[in-house]
């Protein structure tokens, strides 16, 4: 058994789904605090509900436990939103008392603080920590919780991570749209043009997160990390999955046509009819997405998941009884109820 005690906010979303596994298989005590159920019903004796906005329950939570390591995953994580950043309120104001409850918990020696790649737009390379250009609320939520992060002097060891665009068992999303339309073999992607994109297989992402609550202080202490895989054809990726789940190599059609497919989506989507292809799709399939993975290599080494691997276990988890699991609804806080937490 590792020597932690571990609570992890947002343990019920995708990755943390996958980092309580990863931790529960390793009998680590560890606890999930979180507004929604487990995704992995299996999960359920580790769950508390709890709302982080609720800072008084949370409190009481952290001191019960008693943590030593506590990752921060508890986000709304969708860019669905284009114009009220209180739709996100949770991500900022959420990690700010977080991070007030993890000063006032003895017991805790290091924390692991969730941001994103997108603190960055796409071709935008940070020259340094403290380089940002997000591009939407989304991404600007998570440059405040950085700022909040280094803001909030904690007496214990601290570590942001911005995770790249992550795929793997769990994620519902890929399960809802990608796959399903792949199964149905009405998958095309545009044209046969590169596009490099950085995406991580979860496995690898929690493999990350375990080095970096492992890690010697001066490793990890006050440092930002991406984490995920090195950058990939996004052909390669598409490619693999296809020949996983149907026999057959991607099927491409020209550029311009799907970007009109695409345009009709956004129609669809206005009077909320939901379509696989939009115009926000369209630019992740045909723009470039490179993040700076040299750092967290360098510190950690090579993450130990091929592309195929992380394929096949996507594939079979998506196979065997996923379509049982239902998706949370609760993402909006401004849509919570009122009885939650009490």
């Not at 904690?154 to 790249?164: A, F, S, V």
Request: aromatic share 10%; net charge positive; proline share 6%.
């Amino acid at each position: 058994m590792l020597k932690m005690r571990l609570l992890v906010t947002g343990g019920s979303g995708f990755i943390g789904t996958n980092l309580m596994a990863h931790f529960l298989a390793k009998n680590v005590e560890v606890i999930n605090l979180d507004w929604n159920p487990p995704l992995n019903p299996v999960h359920a004796p580790w769950w508390k509900l709890c709302d982080i906005m609720d800072e008084k329950r949370m409190g009481d939570l952290f001191r019960e436990f008693k943590p030593t390591h506590v990752v921060h995953l508890a986000a709304r994580a969708d860019t669905d939103e284009p114009i009220e950043i209180l739709a996100y309120q949770q991500n900022h104001e959420g990690t700010e008392r977080v991070l007030r409850v993890v000063k006032s918990t003895p017991s805790i020696e290091r924390i692991i603080v969730t941001s994103t790649q997108f603190v960055c737009e796409a071709g935008y390379q940070p020259k340094h920590d403290l380089d940002f250009k997000p591009f939407t609320l989304y991404g600007e939520t998570k440059r405040r919780t950085e700022l909040a992060t280094r803001d909030a002097h904690l007496g214990c060891e601290w570590t942001i991570i911005r995770p790249t665009t992550v795929w793997g068992p769990f994620s519902l999303r890929y399960r809802d749209i990608m796959f399903k339309v792949m199964k149905k073999g009405l998958y095309f992607h545009p044209s046969q043009q590169k596009v490099v994109r950085s995406y991580g297989y979860v496995g690898n992402v929690v493999w990350q997160i375990e080095k970096m609550l492992l890690a010697p202080r001066e490793k990890v202490h006050g440092k930002v990390f991406y984490v995920g895989d090195q950058p990939v054809d996004l052909r390669v990726w598409v490619d693999a999955i296809s020949r996983r789940l149907t026999g057959k190599p991607v099927r491409y059609i020209p550029t311009w046509l799907v970007r009109s497919i695409a345009l009709g989506g956004d129609l669809l989507k206005a009077v909320h009819i939901p379509f696989p292809i939009t115009t926000g799709r369209y630019r992740s399939m045909t723009s470039d997405y490179i993040t700076p993975m040299d750092r967290t290599v360098e510190a950690f080494g090579e993450a130990p998941f091929s592309l195929e691997q992380g394929v096949d276990e996507t594939i079979k988890w998506y196979e065997n009884g996923s379509e049982r699991i239902i998706a949370h609804t609760l993402k909006d806080v401004r849509l919570k109820p009122a009885s939650l937490g009490q």
